[in-house]
């Protein structure tokens, strides 16, 4: 049995900065001001690729990949794409693995 753990909200996220990535692009993607990332990191006026920045109370579901669970499977019981999916979570890859967090939307 396949099992979808939910949580309404991702309190905390780390997000790995990749090529052609903005605050401006990255404060779209998780709906959050510009503003609210640099308070929240302090260091960076800008981003690049590899840098890591941190965001909090973005308010999104989350789930947990499960046994033999693919991203299309994923997909498919939560309405969205595998596109979308990789999109908002960063992913170069549609491989998942057990007990990866995913963001849906």
Known sequence: MIRIVEQPKLDNLLYRCVEG?????IA???QISTEE????????SSVYPGCV???????????FVGPLETLYDIANK???TVEHIMRINN???????VGMQ???D
């Not at 990535?21 to 692009?25: A, H, P, R, V």
């Not at 990332?37 to 960076?44: A, C, E, F, G, S």
């Open 102 to 104: 995913l963001l849906l």
């Open 78 to 80: 939560n309405h969205t």
């Open 37 to 44: 990332i640099k308070r929240l990191n302090p260091l960076y």
């Open 53 to 63: 920045i941190y965001l909090t109370g973005l308010g999104r579901h989350r789930v």
């Open 91 to 97: 992913l170069s890859t549609d491989k998942v693995f």
């Open 28 to 30: 779209s993607r998780y």
């Open 21 to 25: 990535d903005t605050l401006e692009s």
